[in-house]
C-alpha cells in the first residue's frame, strides 16, 4: 500500500463534508437492555437531548455511548450490504470496533466508532503514543479483532463513523492509505468501495 504513515494522521472533522445519513430513534431504544442501569441513565439523557435540552452528559456513560454507537453503525451498516464478521465488546479491550466485509464480499472493513451526545463539537481520533487507526496502532499486537482474524493494516480499507446521538445522523469516511479519510457521500459509494483502489499501491 505505499507509506501510509502520516503524523498525527487525518481528523474526523473532515466527514462533516459527507452525507449524514439519518438514524432511527428505535434503533437506537433497540441497542439498550432496560435492565442495565448504565443504559437506563443513557436512554434519559438521549431523551433529553434529542428533545432540544441541554443536560450535562454523566462520564459514566462515555462507555455506553460509544457501545451504543458501534452497534448502530454495525446496524446501519448491515442495511447496505456489509457483512459483520468481529465487534469489538467489553472493557478492557483495545483495537478496532467492527471487522466488516464490503458489500461485494472481497475486502475487509476495520471500523473506528465514535459517539456523542453533544450537539457541538466532533470527536476526535487518540493521539497517543500511536495515532489511532494509524497502520502501526493497526498491526499492534494487542489489537483484538486485527490480531485474531490474522489481519494486518495492509489487508484492510479503514472505516471511520460518527454517530450523534444529538442530531440522530451518522457520517462516515474511508480511506486507503491511512494519511487521509474519504466522506461518504451517498450510498452507492459504499455498496461499492472499487473507487478506492487508486489510493492503495
Not at 439498550?32 to 442501569?37: R, T
Not at 485474531?148 to 474511508?174: C, K, N, P, R, T
Request: glycine content about 12%; charged content about 20%; overall charge negative.
Amino acid at each position: 500500500m505505499g507509506n501510509r504513515r502520516a503524523g498525527n494522521g487525518p481528523r474526523l472533522s473532515v466527514l462533516r463534508a459527507g452525507h449524514p445519513f439519518p438514524i432511527d430513534p428505535a434503533t437506537v431504544a433497540g441497542c439498550l437492555d432496560p435492565c442495565v442501569e448504565e443504559d437506563l441513565l443513557f436512554q434519559d439523557t438521549w431523551t433529553r437531548v434529542i428533545a432540544g435540552q441541554a443536560p450535562q452528559v454523566p462520564a459514566r456513560i462515555a462507555p455506553v455511548t460509544g457501545h451504543v454507537a458501534e452497534s448502530v453503525a454495525a446496524i446501519l451498516l448491515a442495511g447496505i450490504g456489509f457483512h459483520l464478521f468481529w465487534h469489538l465488546t467489553g472493557p478492557g479491550r483495545h483495537g478496532v470496533d467492527l471487522l466488516m466485509l464490503d458489500p461485494a464480499g472481497g475486502t475487509a472493513v476495520a471500523w473506528e466508532v465514535k459517539g456523542t451526545l453533544r450537539r457541538r463539537g466532533f470527536p476526535r481520533l487518540s493521539r497517543r503514543d500511536v495515532s489511532q487507526m494509524s497502520p502501526d496502532w493497526l498491526d499492534r499486537h494487542d489489537g483484538t479483532g486485527m490480531s485474531e482474524w490474522g489481519l494486518a493494516a495492509q489487508d484492510v480499507l479503514g472505516g471511520f463513523v460518527v454517530v450523534s446521538f444529538a442530531q440522530m445522523v451518522m457520517w462516515v469516511g474511508v480511506t486507503a492509505d491511512y494519511a487521509s479519510i474519504k466522506p461518504i457521500r451517498d450510498e452507492e459509494q459504499l455498496r461499492d468501495l472499487s473507487w478506492l483502489g487508486h489510493d492503495r499501491g
